[in-house]
């Protein structure tokens, strides 16, 4: 099994910053991509930041220079560091792993998705 788990959400005030740390654990033999996406309160999930395992990332239009997804590979674990915070960012932060894991005895398994129980991230204006 593999386990994800968020931290770093808080209460800040507008154009503060924050960093958000994912951690993936157990039973991984490779790590694909690794997701953040958002839950504000009525609303879907969003996709927010993407970083692949060649580093190469992807963001959402309203994050765009103001978000940084940052990757420790050897640690497996993703960072989301949150700079000029608006109220709009304001929502449930969620981590998304793509990875590979091992199944009984060690044998490789397919890629499948994994979810974390969410951070939450409160901006005041």
């Known amino acids: 099994q593999v386990q994800v788990v968020e931290s770093g959400g808080a209460l800040v005030q507008a154009g503060g910053s924050l960093r958000l740390s994912c951690v993936a654990s157990g039973s991984i033999r490779s790590i694909n991509g690794m997701d953040w996406y958002s839950q504000a309160p009525g609303k879907q999930r969003e996709f927010v930041a993407r970083i692949t395992s060649s580093g190469r990332t992807d963001y959402a239009d309203s994050v765009k220079g103001r978000f940084t997804i940052l990757r420790d590979s050897a640690k497996n674990t993703v960072y989301l560091k949150m700079a000029s915070l608006k109220s709009e960012d304001t929502a449930v932060y969620y981590c998304?792993?793509?990875?590979?894991?091992?199944?009984?005895?060690?044998?490789?398994?397919?890629?499948?998705?994994?979810w974390g129980q969410g951070t939450q991230v409160t901006v005041s204006s």
């Open positions: 998304n792993v793509n990875a590979s894991p091992l199944g009984p005895h060690g044998s490789p398994l397919g890629p499948r998705s994994y």
